[in-house]
Structures are given as structure tokens and as C-alpha cells.
């Protein structure tokens, strides 16, 4: 059963909309929650790896500047996501900071991103069978974008944590309120 925000009216799990009202019913499950639940460490995990690898030319810039697009563009579906994230009143208010950290922890990622996508050379209209080698300015560039990506994992998994515990607070409020109402109910029909 789900209970409605609105009126309270319970409803069965495969009602979309409050039976008594028409408010839309929320799934309190993970999903309501900011989609930042991969592994901890995995966002930061393919930056490093890119940059490193870029770094020690392992990969060569265009190679580097495609890889990140790629990292880019998924970061800024899940920022769209976030920012349109449309949810009732109530659950808007407690997951209000958790979204406001999500934004924050993916913008340093994009900027992050696109600072160590800045340090490659322009391409050449012929290749050269030279390596690239990346500059100490340019080294000491990417090193400060990774730091920054650090930070937005950081935050991602502060927002994370911060979900979890409101997830857990908005389950225990519903079980306490159901408890709650089952008691008030009995003594209702003994009156009766």
C-alpha cells in the first residue's frame, strides 16, 4: 500500500494517482532518491584513468578529448535529470540539499573535464608519427582538474549519503505514521 502525501488516503501499490484526490503517488523506493548510486569511487575511477593514461601518452590527445566527451555528456544527461527532477511538496523539501549537492558535484566534474580536455594541442591537418608529450604547465593543469573532479566525488558521495538518510527517515515516518494509525483505528470501531 501507498499512502498519499496529500490526504493520506492509502491506495494500492499499481494505483499512479491518489483514488480519493488524483495527487500523483511517489514511489518511496531508491529511485526517488538523486541517481548517484553507482559505486563510490567509479565517476572519479574513469577520469583518473583517462588522465593518466593522457598523461603519460599512453593515449594520444584526440583519443583523451573523445574519451571525456563521452564522460561529459553522460554527466550532463544526469545534471538535466537532476535539475527537472519533479517531485512532490513534501519529498521537494527533504531532498532540496541532496539535489543542490548533486548539481554542484557534477558541474566540477564537467569542469573538470573539459579544463583536461583544454590542454590538448590543436588537431594537425597531417599526423606526425611524433608522441605526444604533455607539458609541465599542462601537466600541472590536468593535475588541478583531477583534484577538482576529487571534489565533485566527494560531494556526489555526500549527496548520496545524505539520500540514503532521508530515504530511511521518510520509511521510518511512513512505518511510525501507520503504527500510529492502526492504534487510532481500533478505538474508533470499539466506539462505534
Not at 526517488?32 to 593518466?52: F, G, M, V, W, Y
Not at 594537425?124 to 566525488?153: I, Q, W
Not at 487510532?184 to 466506539?191: H, M, R, S, T
Amino acid at each position: 500500500m501507498r499512502r498519499c502525501f496529500k490526504c493520506g488516503t492509502e491506495n494500492n501499490d499499481d494505483e499512479y494517482l491518489c483514488t480519493k484526490c488524483s495527487f500523483k503517488l511517489p514511489k518511496l523506493d531508491e529511485s526517488i532518491s538523486p541517481q548517484t548510486n553507482i559505486p563510490k569511487s567509479a565517476r572519479l575511477a574513469k577520469i583518473l584513468e583517462i588522465s593518466n593514461s593522457y598523461m603519460e601518452g599512453e593515449i594520444s590527445p584526440e583519443t583523451m578529448v573523445e574519451e571525456l566527451e563521452h564522460q561529459i555528456i553522460s554527466f550532463r544527461q544526469v545534471l538535466m535529470r537532476f535539475r527537472k527532477m519533479n517531485l512532490p511538496k513534501p519529498l521537494k523539501e527533504e531532498f532540496e540539499e541532496q539535489i543542490d549537492l548533486g548539481i554542484e558535484g557534477m558541474n566540477l566534474f564537467i569542469e573538470a573535464m573539459e579544463v583536461i580536455q583544454s590542454t590538448a594541442p590543436p588537431p594537425k591537418d597531417e599526423p606526425d608519427d611524433e608522441p605526444f608529450e604533455l607539458t609541465g604547465e599542462g601537466k600541472a593543469k590536468v593535475l588541478k582538474a583531477m583534484k577538482k573532479a576529487d571534489e565533485g566525488n566527494e560531494i556526489l558521495n555526500e549527496c548520496y549519503e545524505k539520500s540514503c538518510e532521508s530515504m530511511r527517515r521518510i520509511h521510518e515516518e511512513e512505518m511510525i505514521y501507520e503504527e500510529q494509525l492502526g492504534n487510532i483505528l481500533p478505538e474508533e470501531k470499539e466506539e462505534e
